[in-house]
T-cell receptor, first 111, second 110 residues
Framework: SQQGEEDPQALSIQEGENATMNCSYK?????LQWYRQNSGRGLVHLIL?????REKHSGRLRVTLDTSKKSSSLLITASRAADTASYFC???????????FGAGTRLFVKA | DGGITQSPKYLFRKEGQNVTLSCEQN?????MYWYRQDPGQGLRLIYY???????QKGDIAEGYSVSREKKESFPLTVTSAQKNPTAFYLC?????????FGDGTRLSIL
């Protein structure tokens, strides 16, 4: 089953621009996470936002969560070529051990 | 350093052969997971284990088997019954969320 759906599927921007990725999910959640995957590597956890939080920051990352719309967004400010990767949102299934991943947004930052 | 080690990085399977992918963690996590990732796709859960000697099927368990005899280890066997095994396999561990991932094993058919 696929819980999170990312939008857009792919995004190409110039270095220095901001990148925004969106995620929608279907069922109630306790938290939502964003992960990054470089080509041919495992996923790296970026940020977790709980269902009672609306916004969270970590360095150049800003995540918002709207539980009424069952959606989240990830903003990367002042993008760098090194930000080129796939970004996935993931949700728990109401607090269980399982995590459901979306299909990801492929970000390409041109130098 | 604490982390998850997957081996081998690349693996080739012949017709009718079973192959085993290794996953070891030293993060002292109770839960471990196996995911399959196809090109341009997200992760699909194969099996997960919340505790030693116990594991549950995920969404695509057919053609796969696992064991959890030690907390640190969660090997995945891709059996000959899995007719389309070519994919990138990721192992993860965690205590709830988030999960910590290894660097994957890429399995191909000879």
């Amino acid at each position: 089953s696929q819980q999170g759906e990312e939008d857009p599927q792919a995004l190409s921007i110039q270095e220095g621009e901001n990148a925004t990725m969106n995620c929608s999910y279907k069922t109630s959640i306790n938290n939502l996470q964003w992960y990054r995957q470089n080509s041919g590597r495992g996923l790296v956890h970026l940020i977790l936002i709980r269902s009672n939080e609306r916004e969270k920051h970590s360095g150049r990352l800003r995540v918002t969560l709207d539980t009424s719309k069952k959606s989240s967004s990830l903003l990367i400010t002042a993008s760098r070529a090194a930000d080129t990767a796939s970004y996935f949102c993931a949700t728990d299934e109401g607090g269980g051990f399982k995590t459901i991943f979306g299909a990801g947004t492929r970000l390409f930052v041109k130098a | 350093d604490g982390g998850i080690t997957q081996s081998p990085k690349y693996l080739f399977r012949k017709e009718g052969q079973n192959v085993t992918l290794s996953c070891e963690q030293n993060l002292n996590h109770d839960a471990m997971y196996w995911y399959r990732q196809d090109p341009g796709q997200g992760l699909r859960l194969i099996y997960y284990s919340q505790i030693v000697n116990d594991f549950q099927k995920g969404d695509i368990a057919e053609g796969y088997s696992v064991s959890r005899e030690k907390k640190e280890s969660f090997p995945l066997t891709v059996t000959s019954a899995q007719k389309n095994p070519t994919a990138f396999y990721l192992c993860a561990s965690g205590t709830g969320q988030p999960q910590h991932f290894g660097d994957g094993t890429r399995l191909s058919i000879l």
